[in-house]
Structures are given as structure tokens and as C-alpha cells.
């Protein structure tokens, strides 16, 4: 599996800047505060065996079996927490930034979900770093959440306000692909997720 991971295109974040309703921007707010990942979470037995696998899978794309353990372990949280698939996250961040935990995008665009800058300052604080592991997926996660929430569980639709690219098939195909391709877990209902329509503009 890990060999047939090839480069993937070029899908370089560029989340647009949106003004958010004051009740909003709390909520997000809120969502990002830190909770760090239990000590103990790498070891929980429902998360022990993909994080194993998973890491057998990414393990030419981040060589050093510390990291790469720290960064599947807070994909699985943080992707938890804000009630995302982990595969879900890994297609993204394959097709965002291929791994690379200092990615930086021709629009500005930061780390392994390219998070866009304008998020600090609307939902963050100054002394956030995007490129922070932790800091980073947690902000990601919860951007990817609430685009969900904004178009009603529709994949196709919040992963193109993720990459920017809303009514464009392209990116969220992409990710999809990439999870069915690469990342698919057992009986993980992300599967399913091919079968959600493709995008309508509106």
C-alpha cells in the first residue's frame, strides 16, 4: 500500500476568508480551545491498530516513526473530536500538503491541513502557530467541521470551501479518491462517502 502512494497533485490550501456571525465565530472559538491528546490515546484499543496501519501506510511520506506516530494519534483525536472520519483528514492533508508538516501554499496557506492565516485572527489568538502540530489539525479539523455543518453534511461541497474551490468537482474527487485509494480502514463507513453527489453550484 505505502509504495502505490505516489505524489499527489498540487492542491495548495486556499480557504477564503468569510465573515462570520458573532455567535459563529464564538462557537468556532470555543471548539478550538486547547485539549491536548491524552498521554495514554495511541494505546486505547480502538485506536492501537490503525494507528499501526496507518503508519505502515504514510511511513515513506514521514520518516521518523516518533513523528509519525504523534501525527497519526492527533489526526485520530482531533478528527474525533470534531466528529470526522480520520480518513477523512488523511485525504485531505495528503492532497494539502503531502505530509509535509512546514508547508507553506502560494496563497499563504499553513502546515499539514493548510490552514489559511485570516482563521487566527477571527477565531485564534496571536501566540497560535499554525505550523504546531496540534495547533494546526485542531484548527483544520474544526474549519473542515463547520464547512460540513454549512452545507449540511455535504462532503463534496465543504471540501471545496476548504481548498476554495466551491462547485468544482476536481479537489473533493480527489480526496475522496485518495481515501478509497490509500486510506480506506476495515468496515470505516468512509467508503460510503463516494456515493455523495457531486457538487451543484449555488
Keep these: 500500500m505505502a509504495a502505490a502512494l505516489a505524489a499527489p497533485p498540487a492542491f495548495a490550501g486556499a480557504q477564503r476568508e468569510e465573515a462570520l456571525a458573532p455567535s459563529v465565530a464564538a462557537g468556532l472559538t470555543k471548539a478550538i480551545a486547547d485539549a491536548p ?25 514521514v520518516a521518523d516513526e516518533r513523528e509519525r506516530r504523534e501525527l497519526l494519534a492527533t489526526v485520530h483525536y482531533e478528527a474525533t473530536r470534531a466528529g470526522l472520519d480520520p480518513q477523512m483528514v488523511l ?8 505530509f509535509k508538516k512546514y508547508a507553506v501554499s502560494v496563497a499563504s496557506a499553513r502546515g499539514y491541513m493548510q490552514v489559511m ?3 487566527v485572527k477571527l477565531i485564534g489568538t496571536a501566540d497560535q502557530n499554525l505550523f504546531n502540530l496540534r495547533t494546526n489539525l485542531r ?6 467541521r463547520h464547512y460540513l455543518d454549512l452545507e449540511s453534511g455535504d462532503y463534496y461541497r ?34 460510503a462517502l463516494s456515493t455523495v453527489g457531486a457538487p451543484v453550484a449555488r
Design 37 to 61: 491528546v491524552p498521554a495514554d490515546y495511541a494505546a486505547k484499543a480502538g485506536v492501537a491498530p490503525w494507528l499501526a496501519e496507518m503508519s505502515r501506510r504514510i511511513a515513506h511520506k
Design 91 to 98: 485525504g485531505v492533508i495528503y492532497h494539502e500538503s503531502g
Design 117 to 119: 492565516p485570516f482563521w
Design 139 to 144: 484548527y483544520g479539523t474544526v474549519i473542515l
Design 158 to 191: 465543504a471540501l471545496g470551501r476548504y481548498n476554495g474551490s466551491l462547485g468544482q468537482a476536481e479537489y473533493p474527487t480527489a480526496v475522496m479518491a485518495a481515501i478509497n485509494r490509500h486510506f480506506t480502514y476495515h468496515a470505516l463507513p468512509v467508503s
